[in-house]
């Protein structure tokens, strides 16, 4: 088993920035790759970007440029660094890690004001 804990939603103003950190514990040897998705009512949930154990990043599209995932794995940690926030980035930011089974957080929801 694996527990994820996301931090660092907020509100922010459309142009700014956040970090947001997914902290895991438990069975951590059995995380290959991870990732961060987010989800708004009414629609699915989309995958924002992902990293494998070997740091291989993917991003969506729409994050391209202005989103940056890494992990620190001594910390157990990964990060989402948000910048040029625009308010269709507004939802509820979850993290996933990905071994055997899939984990998944409670989500912190990111709002971006105009």
């Known amino acids: 088993q694996v527990q994820l804990v996301e931090s660092g939603g907020g509100l922010v103003q459309a142009g700014g920035s956040l970090r947001l950190s997914c902290a895991a514990s438990?069975?951590?040897?059995?995380?290959?790759?991870m990732g961060w998705y987010r989800q708004v009512p009414g629609k699915q949930r989309e995958r924002v970007a992902w990293i494998s154990g070997g740091s291989t990043t993917i991003y969506a599209d729409f994050v391209q440029g202005r989103f940056t995932i890494s992990r620190d794995n001594a910390k157990n940690t990964m990060y989402l660094e948000m910048n040029s926030l625009k308010v269709d980035d507004t939802a509820v930011y979850y993290c996933a890690a990905f071994g055997r089974v899939a984990s998944w957080g409670q989500g912190t929801q990111v709002t971006v004001s105009s």
């Open positions: 438990g069975s951590i040897v059995s995380i290959l790759n």
